[in-house]
Each structure stands twice: as structure tokens, then as C-alpha cells.
T-cell receptor
Framework: DVKVTQSSRYLVKRTGEKVFLECVQDMDHENMFWYRQDPGLGLRLIYFSYDVKMKEKGDIPEGYSVSREKKERFSLILESASTNQTSMYLCATRGGSGELFFGEGSRLTVL | GNSVTQMEGPVTLSEEAFLTINCTYT??????LFWYVQYPGEGLQLLLKATKADDKGSNKGFEATYRKETTSFHLEKGSVQVSDSAVYFC????????????FGAGTQVVVTP
């Protein structure tokens, strides 16, 4: 089974803090994604990566950056957290048939 | 651009009732279509998929048929259980999009005993 592990299930941070969300996959998948999930808005793509050190902006990249130094690890960075970044963050990898495999999510609250 | 529209929830049903969740899409090219399910406190899981017109995806008693003429991919289940209570997301993926999925807003389903 594909396993996508997100390092923190729940985080509480203060406005202006730098926040790191980590995601690790064990299936050697090329493509990895970060989405945020908000009620009534579904999932929106923040960034994705198709190879080590390669990244592309998604639909809502503002206020975020990413890092992919190793194939199995894809990190989402909030340089200066703001209250409107309070959300559920979901990491995913892409399997061979096009489907995405998701982690359990990281619920971030910014006070 | 690409978009997915699904019916708003919550949808509240009694156990053993018939469930339909409508999903329509707009896409350039020939998308693959997916239904994902999210149980409380968990990430999304793939429920079923269809990759071309007239394909029927099925899993765990759920079915959806890829209808190109109506640009729809409605999810159905003949007899729901309390354990089917979850949020259901319709999504599409277009070729050469790096596998990105475009999601609908999600539909919450609540099944009561």
C-alpha cells in the first residue's frame, strides 16, 4: 500500500511565525502535491513538484513556498503565517494510473 | 478553464436509501474523472474512477458513469449504510496537467439509522 505521511496532524502557530509542513511518501512517486481544504471551497492546489528540486505553482501559491530536496519528501513552508492560512493542508502523490494518494492532513491554526 | 460542480450538501438519508450525488464538469481535452471520499478526521481516499467516455467506475457498492454528452459523472449507491457518512469529492484530471486534480467543493452525506 502507498503510504503518505504528514509529520503533524495538528499545529497551532502565531501570526508571523515561519511554519514547516512535512510530507514523506514511500512509493518512489515522481509527482507530489500540496492542497489546502476549506469548507465550501473543496481542495485548492498550492504547489506541486514533478521531480527533485522542481516545483510549479498551483492555483493559490501566494504566501507559500515549497522544497523538494529528496524524492520522497515534499515540504510546504509558510514564510510568515497569517490568520487566513488557518486551514487543513493535504499532501498527495500521484500513482501510475493517475490517481492521487493522500496523507491524513495537517490542521493548522494561526492565532 | 477546467472546473467541477457538484451538488451542495449536506445530504441526509436514512439507512438503505438510494444515494445520488450529481457532478458535472467543464474541461478542455479528454479528462479522467474521479470520486474521492473523506471520512471524519482522515485524508481523502480514491473511491472510483473512469478514464474515458461511457466507462463505469465501481467500488464498495458505489457506481458512476462517465457521460461525455452531458459532461457528468454522477455518483450512486443503491442502499447506503451509516458507515457511508462522509464527504464525497468529484474531481477531474486532464492529460499533460502533471496529474493535477481539479476538485469540486465536496458533498457531505449523513446517513441515519
Amino acid at each position: 500500500d502507498v503510504k503518505v505521511t504528514q509529520s503533524s496532524r495538528y499545529l497551532v502557530k502565531r501570526t508571523g511565525e515561519k511554519v514547516f509542513l512535512e510530507c514523506v511518501q514511500d512509493m518512489d512517486h515522481e509527482n507530489m502535491f500540496w492542497y489546502r481544504q476549506d469548507p465550501g471551497l473543496g481542495l485548492r492546489l498550492i504547489y506541486f513538484s514533478y521531480d527533485v528540486k522542481m516545483k510549479e505553482k498551483g492555483d493559490i501559491p501566494e504566501g507559500y513556498s515549497v522544497s523538494r530536496e529528496k524524492k520522497e519528501r515534499f515540504s510546504l513552508i509558510l514564510e510568515s503565517a497569517s490568520t487566513n492560512q488557518t486551514s487543513m493542508y493535504l499532501c498527495a502523490t500521484r500513482g501510475g494510473s493517475g490517481e492521487l494518494f493522500f496523507g491524513e492532513g495537517s490542521r493548522l491554526t494561526v492565532l | 478553464g477546467n472546473s467541477v460542480t457538484q451538488m451542495e450538501g449536506p445530504v441526509t438519508l436514512s439507512e438503505e436509501a438510494f444515494l445520488t450525488i450529481n457532478c458535472t464538469y467543464t474541461a478542455t481535452g479528454y479528462p479522467s474523472l474521479f470520486w474521492y471520499v473523506q471520512y471524519p478526521g482522515e485524508g481523502l481516499q480514491l473511491l472510483l474512477k473512469a478514464t474515458k467516455a461511457d466507462d463505469k467506475g465501481s467500488n464498495k457498492g458505489f457506481e458512476a458513469t462517465y457521460r461525455k454528452e452531458t459532461t457528468s459523472f454522477h455518483l450512486e449507491k443503491g442502499s447506503v449504510q451509516v458507515s457511508d457518512s462522509a464527504v464525497y469529492f468529484c474531481a477531474l484530471s486532464v492529460t499533460d496537467s502533471w496529474g493535477k486534480l481539479q476538485f469540486g467543493a465536496g458533498t457531505q452525506v449523513v446517513v441515519t439509522p
